[in-house]
């Protein structure tokens, strides 16, 4: 396996409800991922932290919002989501973020259904 | 126009024979290219990096036209295990962000 893994694996909310999902890489990276992958489209990069700090936020709803508490965990704590927001929502981790050239490793995925 | 564009496929390959397919960027200042791969329900998963010069890794074989902007990925002799989705890749100079492709739906039979 790659290393990253994700909890819950399987996620059903109310749109009312508060949840949070965890991703945990034991690979010693820096930098950490997350992507949504909806159905019949492409993966959507959501955050990017590099050494705990956040570097990218893709216009993302701030009903979504990360934390990355160390190196090696990251969280994404959700409240108030819609069905849209159903999706599978996957972690990755590179060894660095700035270099360019760093493979990025995903974990298994949360496969979240808002009701 | 989207960044990176695959079809999406499916190809029905019988099993033993060869099948490509490609991708389209859109920005020219696109620096590095990748294949994944992705199972059913799976996470995707590196299968290769694809080099200006052309690169091959057992059956795989992908190549990059720069001048036309697109990669285009080659599996030869098709196993029931090459069946699964063929995502393109593509990651400008500037950090670590990838703009996935839609994929491509490779179905091996028998």
């Known amino acids: 396996e790659t290393g990253v893994t994700q909890t819950p694996r399987h996620l059903v909310m109310g749109m009312t409800n508060k949840k949070s999902l965890k991703c945990e890489q034991h690979l010693g990276h820096n930098a950490m991922y997350w992507y949504k992958q909806s159905a019949k489209k492409p993966l959507e990069l959501m955050f990017v932290y590099s050494l705990e700090e956040r570097v990218e936020n893709n216009s993302v709803p701030s009903r979504f919002s990360p934390e990355c508490p160390n190196s090696s965990h990251l969280f994404l704590h959700l409240h108030t989501l819609q069905p849209e927001d159903s999706a599978l929502y996957l972690c990755?981790?590179?060894?660095?973020?700035?270099?360019?050239?760093?493979?990025?490793?995903f974990g298994p995925g949360t496969r979240l259904t808002v009701l | 126009r989207k960044e990176v564009e695959q079809d999406p496929g499916p190809f029905n390959v019988p099993e033993g024979a060869t099948v490509a397919f490609n991708c389209t960027y859109s920005?020219?200042?696109?620096?590095?290219f990748f294949w994944y791969r992705q199972d059913c329900r799976k996470e995707p998963k590196l299968l290769m990096s694809?080099?200006?010069s052309g690169n091959e890794d057992g059956r795989f074989t992908a190549q990059l036209n720069r001048a036309s902007q697109y990669i285009s990925l080659l599996i030869r002799d098709s196993k029931l295990s090459d069946s699964a989705t063929y995502l393109c890749v593509v990651r400008k100079a500037a950090g670590n962000k990838l703009t996935f492709g839609g994929g491509t739906r490779v179905l091996v039979k028998p």
């Open positions: 920005n020219s200042a696109s620096q590095s």
């Open positions: 990755a981790s590179s060894q660095d973020y700035g270099q360019g050239t760093d493979t990025q490793y």
């Open positions: 694809v080099y200006s």
